[in-house]
């Protein structure tokens, strides 16, 4: 078994030999495609080729390998739900039901969870309400949301929700890219996009 990448995203090439011998041999050269590991499994940077070299003396050889092309595929659907946590769930309610219009799931376990929460419709996803502790600052965070974690949701008219935020005296910020975006804070300072989408 060889590994042509590092532990975090070793790539085996597993091969099954009649008398055939093969050893590994570092170039240093950077790839054309170069890349290093980040967090999310994805791929960024430079990187090095690793070369192997054999002799075959018989006349079979079997190779299994693993390629980063390959698709990983285990049933990925969408996104079920966003968890937002909240300090006063009363008040989120306010924002997210009386501000964004959003509707409560009455489908989902409200009491059957050991803290007071919210299940609200986003198309056919949703969003958790959690009136939990925060371990997060409220304070600090980006004025522009873009530049925070948040979560985005797909609108059809930025303009609309813009009137709609200004009439209630809640601070935006617009896209910086130019593109029909809006980015807001409810009350716990959670960052939220509202992008604009056709319909």
């Known amino acids: 078994m060889a590994s042509l990448l590092g532990p975090s995203a070793a790539i085996s090439l597993q091969y099954k030999l009649n008398r055939t ?34 002799s075959v003396e018989g006349s079979v050889l079997e190779k299994e390998s693993a390629s980063i092309s390959d698709k990983i595929d285990y049933g990925v659907i969408g996104v079920h739900h966003v968890g937002i946590l909240c300090e006063n769930l009363d008040r989120s309610l306010e924002f997210y039901q009386n ?8 489908a989902r376990p409200h009491d059957k969870l050991p803290y007071r929460g919210a299940w609200l419709w986003v198309g056919s996803e949703m969003i958790h309400l959690m009136e939990l502790p925060n371990p997060d600052p409220l304070t600090g965070r980006p004025e522009h949301g873009g530049r925070d974690r948040h979560a985005c949701i797909a609108i059809r008219d930025v303009s609309k929700l813009q009137a709609i935020l200004d009439k209630a005296g809640i601070p935006y910020t617009l ?10 804070r409810d009350a716990d300072a959670n960052a939220l996009e509202f992008t604009q989408v056709d319909a």
């Open 99 to 106: 501000i964004l219009g959003l509707e409560i799931n009455e």
């Open 21 to 54: 011998s093969f050893s590994a041999v570092s170039t240093n050269t950077p790839s054309l495609f170069p890349h290093t590991v980040l967090g999310n499994g994805r791929y960024q940077g430079l990187c090095f080729k690793t070369k192997a070299t054999g």
């Open 175 to 184: 896209s910086r890219s130019g593109r029909p975006a809006i980015f807001t």
